[in-house]
């Protein structure tokens, strides 16, 4: 069972970066494959970005390839997400999630539906 909280949101300016954490309480983070998703003001949520559970494959959503970057420290049971170049549409409220099933298509994990735990979110709001 993960215990999911995520910090490091806040304010930027858009051109600017931030780097999100989400650190997992229990003892079996290195179990699960996590990924980060946000829900942008009147949106739905979307997926942002995938890990594996040891850490060697990331997918990205196009809206964060070449800008955002995914990493996990399992020593640490902690998640990043560094993001680059942020923009005003990048402002929402972003969530880590993990599962600890295995798919052998990368879309299954591009649902919020495929996750079993999530953390509360952090903001991050970009301004123009």
């Known amino acids: 069972q993960l215990q999911l909280a995520e910090s490091g949101g806040g304010l930027v300016q858009a051109g600017g970066s931030l780097r999100l954490s989400c650190v997992d309480s229990?003892?079996?983070?290195?179990?699960?494959?996590m990924g980060w998703f946000r829900r942008a003001p009147g949106k739905e949520r979307e997926f942002v970005a995938v890990i594996s559970n040891s850490g060697p494959s990331t997918y990205y959503a196009d809206s964060a390839e070449g800008r955002f970057t995914l990493s996990r420290d399992n020593t640490k049971n902690t998640l990043y997400l560094q993001m680059n170049s942020l923009k005003p549409e990048d402002t929402a409220v972003y969530y880590c999630?993990?599962?600890?099933?295995?798919?052998?298509?990368?879309?299954?994990?591009?649902?919020?539906?495929?996750?079993?735990?999530w953390g509360h979110g952090t903001l991050v709001t970009v301004s123009s």
């Open positions: 229990g003892r079996t983070f290195g179990e699960y494959h």
């Open positions: 999630a993990g599962t600890k099933r295995t798919y052998y298509t990368a879309n299954y994990y591009y649902s919020s539906g495929s996750y079993d735990y």
